[in-house]
T-cell receptor, first 113, second 111 residues
Framework: GESVGLHLPTLSVQEGDNSIINCAYSNSASDYFIWYKQESGKGPQFIIDIRSNMDKRQGQRVTVLLNKTVKHLSLQIAATQPGDSAVYFCAENLNSGYSTLTFGKGTMLLVSP | DAMVIQNPRYQVTQFGKPVTLSCSQTLNHNVMYWYQQKSSQAPKLLFHYYDKDFNNEADTPDNFQSRRPNTSFCFLDIRSPGLGDAAMYLC??????????FGPGTRLTVL
C-alpha cells in the first residue's frame, strides 16, 4: 500500500482570526511563486501568486508577502473561516522558461468554529 | 467552464497489472504535467509535455510512461504497478510560464 506519510506542520486557529502560513523556498533564482490550497481528496487549487519583482500582493482575504533576502514567502488569510481548513502549499518556479514548480512541504490549517 | 478533468477519480488495480490514467483539458494550454502525491506529502513531478516535447524527471521510474496524442489529452501509463505506486495522481496544465491548474486527481489503489 501507500507508504506512511510525514506529519505536516499544523496551524490551528479560531474562526475569525487572521492566519499566517510561512514557507522557506530553496532557490534564489526562482522568479515566480504560487500558493495552493488542497482540501482532502482534491487537487491543489490556485490561491494567489507573486513575481519576484514584487514584495506584496493582495487578493480577496489573502495577502502574499515575499522576502527575497531571506528566501521567505508567507500567506496571510484574513478573518479565517472553517472553509479555509486545508493543506496549503507554496511552490516556486525556477525560471526555466516555462512553469516547472517545486513544492514546499505543506502546512495544514485547522479552523475551529 | 474551462477546466482540467481526470478519469477515473478512483482506480483499483492488481499488483503488476498495467493501468492507464486519463487527463483532459479545455484550457487549450500547451503544457501538461503529471504529479504523484502520497499521503501528507507535496506533489512530486513525474514528467511533463511542452506541446509534443516530452520531459521526464530524472528520478521518475521507467515503470511510468506518458502519452499526449493531442493538445487536450494526456495519459499516464503504469506498466507494472507495485504497492509503492499507490498514491494520488494529479494532472496539471499551464500556458508556458503561467500558473499551473490542477485536476481533481485519480486515487490509485494497488492490491
Amino acid at each position: 500500500g501507500e507508504s506512511v506519510g510525514l506529519h505536516l506542520p499544523t496551524l490551528s486557529v479560531q474562526e475569525g482570526d487572521n492566519s499566517i502560513i510561512n514557507c522557506a523556498y530553496s532557490n534564489s533564482a526562482s522568479d515566480y511563486f504560487i500558493w495552493y490550497k488542497q482540501e482532502s481528496g482534491k487537487g491543489p487549487q490556485f490561491i494567489i501568486d507573486i513575481r519576484s519583482n514584487m514584495d506584496k500582493r493582495q487578493g480577496q482575504r489573502v495577502t502574499v508577502l515575499l522576502n527575497k533576502t531571506v528566501k521567505h514567502l508567507s500567506l496571510q488569510i484574513a478573518a479565517t473561516q472553517p472553509g479555509d481548513s486545508a493543506v496549503y502549499f507554496c511552490a516556486e518556479n525556477l525560471n526555466s522558461g516555462y512553469s516547472t514548480l517545486t513544492f514546499g512541504k505543506g502546512t495544514m490549517l485547522l479552523v475551529s468554529p | 467552464d474551462a477546466m482540467v478533468i481526470q478519469n477515473p477519480r478512483y482506480q483499483v488495480t492488481q499488483f503488476g497489472k498495467p493501468v492507464t490514467l486519463s487527463c483532459s483539458q479545455t484550457l487549450n494550454h500547451n503544457v501538461m504535467y503529471w504529479y504523484q502525491q502520497k499521503s501528507s506529502q507535496a506533489p512530486k513531478l513525474l514528467f511533463h509535455y511542452y506541446d509534443k516535447d516530452f520531459n521526464n524527471e530524472a528520478d521518475t521510474p521507467d515503470n511510468f510512461q506518458s502519452r499526449r496524442p493531442n493538445t487536450s489529452f494526456c495519459f499516464l501509463d503504469i506498466r507494472s504497478p507495485g504497492l509503492g505506486d499507490a498514491a494520488m495522481y494529479l494532472c496539471a496544465t499551464s500556458h508556458r510560464v503561467d500558473t499551473q491548474y490542477f485536476g481533481p486527481g485519480t486515487r490509485l489503489t494497488v492490491l
